[in-house]
């Protein structure tokens, strides 16, 4: 058992990629600010994960939040959750990597192929040989790292602000309502106030206690005010990276938007700013430049090392053990050897991510189209007693499969965020013409038809937002349809117990499963010795399933 605050730094440190030093910074420069909004809902979604999630998680005795979908459901909806999970953490990291590669090649001029090898196997070979108990204290050492990476930048920048403005746009010309007070309620706009506030609901969810990298860590605590501790430690812990992301996007934003090094031709992506600024203002400086860069390696292994090791785990629990007779004996060299081929393909799976476009708009966009599904199938787990195998798991495809649609529409259209102002006016030598020229040849993404359907235009924030309300709602609705409703099976175990109550007494839960919560209050708080007919249920239940 690990306490509260390893596990907390180790959680956020799984979670804040090197994308989020690249990315983020680069996408607050490139669209604004408007997703700093996101950084508000963590902190609103505690209440749910503390007192709602945490609880049923850690009382099971559970590995894995996929063994919990097959105690809830069954192995097949376990199964789909499983690969659906080991696809978007595959995403992640390898854009991580890729992330963490570029800023090489664009500072130390190292082949690109190279700095993929170097950090993906590297974050690799430490998870394979070191567990979990390795990667949480690694990621507590990667913790300062990562923190001063951004915090060096923006130190170097306010010092020459200060200093010369030769090259800086007045901040008086900034407009900061266009950058982060857009308040628009229209659903097709891009990033406003609203669509990242309530848009990422799905993704804070399932990032604060949901997601197997954090839930692993969860359900290493040592009590459940301990797990409890380690969600509300971490979503403030996340803040402080964000946030210094966010000053990163802004300092990048005071710094070039009168000398744009995308329009000069100094850069061929916006993904390359940060490490662009490194190479041009910070190689010079002693020390500076590899302060930064450990920050952004350190974030990337950290990232493959967590995301490895939860796979490896859920592929042993969920998979493996139900499927290969004897597995138990050599649990140490499967899941060894399962770390090591995951960790190769996601290191070959980062050299191709240059094709996949912006680094944070690829992120985000694998993100919401796959967690609002998965975050609203938990849901219904938790919440609706009554909703059987039937209606989860025709809820969640559906939520699945147009989801994608979704994505690959937003996609295939080439909408694109509108980007920020940005001019050569205040480059130190005169760049006016060069400046016209490169305006002129930016191809300008083809108008949307207005008579388009509206769902097919929505945001990728809302059309995530409503997915989860549109999985629970088609649960329910199939699940009644089924007449799986009337099912005697008792999850009250499984449940949240003021669901059941509520449940109970609306008449859709038989009398005896509100009078199991009432009388067994070692359910609420196990303990070692705690031994009642709520353990023998959850044995009978883990048989059944297997």
């Known amino acids: 058992m690990l306490k509260s605050l390893p596990l907390a730094a180790s959680s956020v440190v799984s979670i804040f990629s090197s994308t989020g030093l690249i990315g983020l910074p680069a996408h607050f420069y490139a669209y604004g ?33 996929f063994e919990y979908i097959r105690l809830r459901f069954n192995g097949t909806i376990s199964l789909t959750a499983c690969v659906i999970y080991i696809f978007l953490t595959l995403s992640v990291g390898a854009l991580s990597v890729f992330a963490a590669s570029l800023a090489l ?129 971490g979503a403030l812990l996340i803040n402080v990276f964000y946030v210094a992301a966010l000053l ?17 031709g100094a850069i061929s992506s916006t993904d390359q700013i940060m490490p662009y600024y490194v ?40 998979v493996i053990v139900h499927r290969c007779q004897n597995a138990e004996k050599y649990v140490r060299w499967i899941t060894r050897g399962t770390a090591l081929a995951l960790g190769i393909s996601m290191t070959v799976y980062s050299m191709f991510c240059a094709q996949m476009g912006s680094l944070s708009r690829s992120l985000l966009l694998v993100y919401n189209s796959l967690t609002a599904p998965f975050v609203g199938l938990c849901l219904i787990g938790v919440l609706f007693p009554f909703v059987r195998a039937k209606g989860a798991g025709v809820a ?62 929505m945001s990728y924030l809302w059309g995530s ?11 329910v609705i199939v699940s009644a349809a089924t007449g799986e409703i009337k099912s005697s099976e008792d999850n009250s175990l499984l449940c949240w117990d003021y669901a059941v109550r509520f ?20 359910r609420r708080n196990v303990t070692a010795n705690c031994a009642t007919d709520d353990e023998a249920l959850l044995t009978r239940k883990k048989e059944t399933v297997v």
């Open 248 to 264: 990163l996007g802004v300092a990048m934003t005071i710094w070039f938007r009168g000398c744009d090094p995308s329009l000069s």
């Open 105 to 233: 090649l664009t500072v130390l001029d190292i082949p690109l192929v190279w700095c993929n090898v170097f950090i993906g196997m590297s974050g690799t070979l430490y998870t394979a040989l070191g567990g979990l108990r390795g990667v949480v204290w690694a990621d507590c050492l990667q913790f300062f790292l990562i923190l001063v990476a951004p915090v060096t930048v923006v130190a170097k920048i306010a010092t020459d602000s200060w200093s010369t403005n030769s090259s800086i746009e007045p901040l008086n010309h900034l407009d900061i309502e266009k950058y982060i007070a857009n308040y628009s309620f229209g659903f097709t706009h891009g990033e406003t106030v609203w669509s990242c506030l309530l848009g990422s609901t799905a993704m804070s969810i399932y990032r604060i206690c949901l997601d197997q990298m954090v839930a692993q860590r969860l359900l290493a605590s040592r009590t459940l005010k301990e797990a409890q501790r380690t969600i509300c430690t």
């Open 503 to 522: 449940w109970e007494k609306a008449g859709l839960l038989p009398r005896q499963q509100l009078q199991k919560v009432t009388e067994a209050p070692c």
């Open 396 to 457: 969640t495809f559906t939520a699945v499969a147009f989801q994608l649609f979704h994505i690959a529409t937003i996609i295939k259209s080439g909408r694109k965020l509108p980007r920020m102002d940005t001019s050569l006016d205040y480059c130190p030598h005169n760049h006016s013409a060069i400046s016209w020229t490169l305006n002129t040849s930016i191809p300008i993404p083809p108008a949307e038809p207005d008579d388009s359907f509206l769902l097919s235009r």
């Open 33 to 65: 600010w408007h997703l700093a909004w996101t950084y508000v809902t963590p902190l609103l979604c505690i209440p749910l994960a503390t007192h709602v999630f945490a609880p049923v998680l850690y009382r099971l005795r559970i590995t894995s939040v």
């Open 465 to 475: 937002f409503f997915a989860i309300f549109a999985t629970i709602l088609l649960g």
């Open 279 to 318: 190479k041009t203002y910070l190689i010079h400086v002693p020390g500076f430049s590899g302060l930064f860069l450990s920050g952004v390696v350190s974030a990337a292994t950290s990232t493959v090392s967590s995301i490895i090791n939860s796979q490896a785990a859920i592929l042993y629990v969920d």
